[in-house]
């Protein structure tokens, strides 16, 4: 079974296919549910296109949930952080 | 009453709790339990059993959520009219009393101790509020302590902080808020790490004073004592200097490293809106929790009013903005924040009005930070508890070309005001607009419409002739 990420875009037209690195949080269900963690993975629009992979849904800045899923590979862990002075935008720092 | 078990018991007495025995899923179930709970205005509720925890980890949701439980919280009469609370608040908040430092064996919020890589934040039930939030918030009804490394100035205030994994919660403090103004100011030049304590569960009127907008400098368990009516116990925390009210139910304990940032949000808001900016949080790196036996989690489903939000901050913020403006040499007669107005509208009595006293008051509400979206102004006749009045009055006496009077900001508004757009939330800017629902003073006194009610519009010898002969006609 495959597992089932979740993540958070500003516009849904932010999230692009390919390598990246991007904040999931795992809807494994129990008391560590929604536990976040900041990966290095392979992203496609469809699981059709990324054999093996896991699910990543989406949800935009207020919240709406893509009612369509993307499909994610994780290729490596990251810090639980990003390097960046508090109050500056996590995803900019994450795109420099 | 010493806590919020203290309360809770208060509660009961008054009809104003309900106890959910039957299990409930901390993932989205609790949460939209409480917000249908507010939506029906329900009583608070407090969830005795929970999905995935232990039984013993509870949470209780809405303990200030309605004007009956805010006037048991302060020791009053539960159907005390909210004039008289706003009196009693006022009255309370310029006593101080000074804090008890009390031993750590003596502090029930030490009854279980966890430090270091034995402080597993999953081991409270922490909510998925609303569907589609950006994570479980666990710091909603709280208190978010913060120290001043120069002036020692303690600083107590209410932020949103959800967890963010194992190691760390993520918050959203606003850019112009104190919490913020202290790291950017004390902490981010000297690239230290600012210590921090996050209090869940304290007696309600701690919470309260944490909404309250108090001038920096202001020791705010001092004024939490006089609110009270008693000294607040403080004890140290574990891993800093902070001191902490030791009858809270559960203390996280941590601190802000100036080189990190996490992803917070989006979270269904106090203005009644998921509104507001994303991922742009600070990171809390938790050191230690402590928590008392059988631990009380308290929380507000926010959203749209009432709730404990915008109840609270109608007190707290109303008085804080009379003091202010009183201050100013503006001579206000009360100020009222209605609660449906979520903070983002006010009612100004004054007891001389016109246009300069209205732009007057639009000055002190842009001077900083800017909360605040609309203010009418209305004259000493208007009861501004009254929404009936105020509303009459902005509706009639409100000259809509000429006295709105509308100023325009950059890096200063409420990022969670929901009619802004995202580049505005993004640049805190924003307007303000402060409708003048005052008589012009240049009108002569004989040309000032009458307000037609029996009070207002009648001799007292009509009155007098009319309700003495009032049984007469029937009623």
Redesign the interface.
Same mark, same amino acid.
């Given at each position: 079974m495959p597992k089932e990420y979740l993540t958070y875009v500003r516009k849904y037209a932010d999230l692009y296919e390919g390598e990246r690195d991007i904040f999931i949080k795992d809807l494994t269900p129990g008391p560590r549910k929604y536990d976040t963690k900041q990966v290095r993975a392979v992203i496609a629009r469809s699981a059709k296109d990324l054999s093996g992979a896991d699910t990543l849904w989406v949800r935009s800045e207020m919240g709406v949930l893509d009612p369509q899923p993307w499909a994610i590979k994780i290729l490596k862990e990251l810090p639980d952080y990003v390097k960046g002075r508090p109050y500056t935008d996590v995803f900019s720092c994450m795109n420099r | 009453m010493k806590d919020l078990r203290h309360f809770i018991g208060q509660l009961e007495q008054n009809e104003e709790l309900m106890r959910i025995k039957k299990e409930v899923d901390w &993932?989205i179930e609790l949460g939209a339990i409480s917000r249908r709970v507010y939506d029906q205005y329900g009583p608070c509720l407090w969830f005795e059993k929970i999905k &995935?925890?232990p039984q013993g980890y509870t949470v209780i949701n809405g303990e200030c959520g309605t004007w009956r439980r805010v006037a048991i919280a302060m020791g009053l009469d539960a159907n005390t009219p909210l004039r008289e609370i706003y009196e009693e608040y006022e009255k309370r908040i310029e006593g101080r009393l000074q804090p008890n430092i009390v031993d750590r064996k003596a502090a029930p919020c030490k009854e279980n101790v966890f430090i270091g890589e034995q402080a597993d934040i999953?081991r409270l039930p922490a909510p998925?509020i609303?569907?589609? &939030? /950006? /994570?479980?918030y666990i710091g909603t009804w709280d208190a978010v302590i913060t120290k001043d490394p120069e002036t020692n100035w303690t600083n107590w205030g209410m932020y949103r902080f959800m +967890?963010?994994?194992?190691?760390?919660l993520a918050g959203w403090p606003q850019?112009t808020s104190q919490f913020?103004m202290m790291?950017?100011e004390k902490y981010?030049p000297k690239n230290q790490p600012m210590p921090v304590a996050l209090v869940i569960g304290s007696h309600p009127l701690d919470h309260m004073v944490a909404t309250a907008p108090m001038r920096p400098g202001v020791n705010e368990a001092e004024v939490a004592g006089s609110l009270r009516g008693e000294p607040v116990d403080l004890v140290k925390c574990e891993t800093s200097d902070i001191m902490v009210p030791a009858n809270a139910e559960i203390i996280i304990e941590g601190e802000?490293?100036? &080189?990190? +940032?996490?992803?917070d /949000?989006?979270f269904?808001e106090y203005p009644g809106f998921?509104?507001g900016t994303?991922?742009?949080?600070?990171?809390f790196r938790i050191k230690a929790i402590t928590h008392r036996n059988n631990p009380i989690l308290s929380m507000t489903a926010l959203g749209a009013p009432v709730d404990d939000s915008s109840i609270a901050a109608s007190l707290t913020a109303a008085v804080g903005m009379k003091l202010g403006l009183q201050r100013r040499g503006i001579d206000v007669t009360d100020v009222y924040v209605p609660p449906e107005g979520v903070t983002h509208l006010v009612i100004v009595g004054v007891k001389t009005g016109g246009i300069e006293v209205t732009k007057k008051v639009l000055d002190f509400f842009i001077a900083r930070r800017v909360m605040v979206s609309k203010v009418i102004v209305v004259d000493k006749d208007v009861d501004v508890f009254d929404m009936k009045q105020w509303i009459h009055a902005f509706a009639t006496k409100c000259h809509p070309g000429r006295s709105i009077v509308v100023e325009h900001f950059v890096g200063k508004s409420n990022a969670l005001t929901p009619c802004y757009d995202?580049e505005e939330r993004r640049i805190l800017k924003g307007a303000f607009a402060a409708f003048d629902a005052t008589w012009p003073l240049e009108w002569p006194k004989e040309n000032i419409p009458p307000r037609a009610t029996f009070k207002e519009i009648y001799s007292q010898e009509t009155q007098d002739k009319v309700l003495a002969k009032w049984h007469e006609y029937g009623f």
């Open positions: - | &993932d &995935d925890y999953y998925l609303h569907e589609g &939030d /950006g /994570g479980r +967890i963010h994994n194992q190691n760390f850019t913020a790291l950017n981010v802000i490293p100036t &080189d990190a +940032i996490v992803p /949000g989006p269904g998921r509104s994303m991922a742009e949080g600070v990171a995202a």
